[in-house]
């Protein structure tokens, strides 16, 4: 049909391979693994790290793949791979498991609802090594599930309301007047979308598809709220990742990992 899409938040790489017309403005899977792969090492020092991934998530295993496909660059290596499926409940099979490894670091790439109860039945086992995850990890839901459990825990996400510019802080105070609560990394995507549509229209001085499609393609850093923006050959949006701290209930800032 000659539509141009962009899509705010799906990081699965095939999305863009669908078609020339499909683009992204979020960074891909195999990036956040990566971007934890290289924080345990370097950042924590880690030497031996385990897995914990969800077997019937594409998401999941995609992130555990590439974490375990590039820790190995970082001085790292895994000791235990375990895995779960969406919907359990006990994980204390898995963890008891990992325990046995003494691992310095557990990654942990699923979603909240399953994080939160991992984290504390971790806590109960006396597991004390920091566990890591990715963008599945937040909501305000994870911090009801997983309470002080999630303590010294680390997740890469799209964004920081910490960001420093003056671009974060306008759309946050923004937002926040409009609907009352601070944006996630969905709403400052979705925001970071709409404008780089917008700025391909504009540059192509008209809606035609195929014309615009070629603007949005020139997009080259541009200043979105989730970081600098460069959509490259595959569609895929070149972008640094941050790495939050969870502590009291709230995620900080640490890091930010380039591409």
């Not at 999305?15 to 990036?31: A, L, S």
């Not at 939160?116 to 990890?137: S, Y």
């Not at 999630?150 to 997740?155: A, D, R, S, T, V």
């Not at 800032?253 to 380039?258: A, G, H, L, N, Q």
């Amino acid at each position: 049909m000659g539509v141009p899409m962009i899509s705010p938040s799906s990081t699965n790489p095939k999305v863009t391979q669908v078609g020339e017309y499909v683009f992204r403005v979020c960074f891909i899977d195999p990036f956040q693994g990566y971007v934890m792969a290289r924080f345990a090492g370097e950042n924590l020092k880690a030497k031996r790290a385990a897995i914990l991934r969800d077997n019937k998530s594409d998401y999941s295993i995609g992130l555990a793949t590439v974490f375990a496909a590039r820790l190995p660059d970082f001085g790292g290596t895994i000791v235990a791979n375990e895995a779960y499926s969406q919907g359990d409940t006990d994980f204390r099979s898995q963890l008891t498991a990992i325990k046995a490894t003494n691992p310095d670091v557990i990654y942990v790439p699923g979603y909240y609802t399953d994080v939160g109860l991992i984290a504390r039945q971790a806590r109960q086992l006396g597991i004390d090594a920091p566990m890591l995850g990715g963008g599945g990890w937040e909501s305000t839901k994870l911090y009801e599930l997983g309470g002080d459990a999630l303590n010294g825990h680390y997740f890469s996400n799209h964004y920081s309301p910490e960001d420093p510019r003056p671009l974060v802080k306008d759309f946050i105070a923004r937002f926040t007047k409009r609907f009352g609560n601070p944006p996630d990394s969905l709403a400052v995507l979705g925001f970071d979308a709409a404008n780089v549509a917008i700025a391909a229209i504009e540059r192509a001085g008209t809606t035609d598809g195929r014309k615009v499609r070629a603007s949005i393609s020139e997009t080259r850093d541009f200043p979105g709220v989730g970081g600098t923006i460069t959509l490259d050959a595959e569609r895929n949006a070149t972008k640094p990742a941050v790495v939050l701290k969870i502590q009291d209930g709230s995620a900080s800032f640490v890091t930010s990992v380039e591409p």
